[in-house]
């Protein structure tokens, strides 16, 4: 696969785009919306049903996980609906900027497993997290915030190593598309569509603007490519539906 087409973010886009602090605020504000197990984000294609297909993968091959990471884990969604299936009673590492999402996950959680529940903080990129111990690592709706090209690889790196061997990583997140033409139909027009519909373009507007205020999403492509060049093998795409896609890695 040849991400040679892939743009480079420059340093200029990266002090351009929102700060971790403006990003935690907005999410501190937003914490009911990102409770609801029915529907998900709105916004995002498809969210019940890949939180469904993937936490339907992930209770299948890890029945009796011990330990599961989730980076970005807003209101704890994915670990309630994995939890709900799983045999086992694992401890469940939360890292999120939100301290109000983190409070929501907790206390959801709680009542799911007798393991231990770790609350981190911050940003996950710089959280202190035990190498070779996680048996899943969750990442949904979080990678798009990373910036330039070091950044994605070192954070690809590190989550490699905190997995333990034969463990593995699931994304569901907004990608790009290679094609500047493709990326105009498919983002601009096509998901444009979506949006107006789900309320009007008013809406559309608004969702663009905070996607290009806070946002860096790369491509499908380039993502599957950086997973296998830090070590990552059997990588496998789940779903992908005009510019959101889940994929998965093990280690």
């Known amino acids: 696969m040849d991400n040679s087409s892939e743009p480079q973010t420059t340093n200029n886009l990266k002090m351009n785009k929102a700060t971790l602090q403006e990003i935690e605020a907005r999410f501190d504000n937003d914490v009911e919306r990102f409770s609801n197990l029915e529907t998900g984000q709105a916004t995002t294609l498809d969210a019940v049903w890949n939180m469904e297909l993937i936490t339907d993968a992930i209770s299948s091959l890890y029945p009796n996980a011990k330990h599961i990471l989730d980076i970005g884990c807003g209101a704890g969604n994915y670990d309630v609906k994995l939890l709900q299936k799983l045999h086992s009673n694992p401890n469940v590492s939360l890292v999120d900027l939100s301290q109000p999402m983190l409070n929501r996950a907790k206390e959801r959680i709680g009542a799911l497993t007798s393991g231990q529940i770790h609350l981190i903080k911050g940003d996950f990129r710089e959280a202190a997290l035990e190498e070779n111990q996680f048996d899943v690592i969750i990442a949904t ?36 598309q290679n094609n500047e033409h493709l990326q105009k139909l498919i983002y601009m027009e096509k998901y444009g569509e979506y949006l107006t519909k789900l309320r009007d373009e008013e809406y559309r507007d608004h969702v663009f603007d905070y996607i290009e205020h806070e946002d860096t999403p790369r491509s499908l492509i380039y993502q599957l490519n950086l997973l296998t060049q830090v070590g990552f ?19």
């Open 141 to 176: 709706s979080v990678l798009h915030h990373l910036r330039d090209d070091e950044d994605w690889e070192n954070t690809f790196k590190k989550l490699f190593r905190l997995l333990r061997t034969g463990g593995s990583l699931w994304i569901f997140d907004l990608i790009e």
């Open 233 to 251: 093998k059997n990588i496998d795409v789940l779903h992908k539906n005009l510019c959101f896609a889940s994929f998965m890695a093990f280690k």
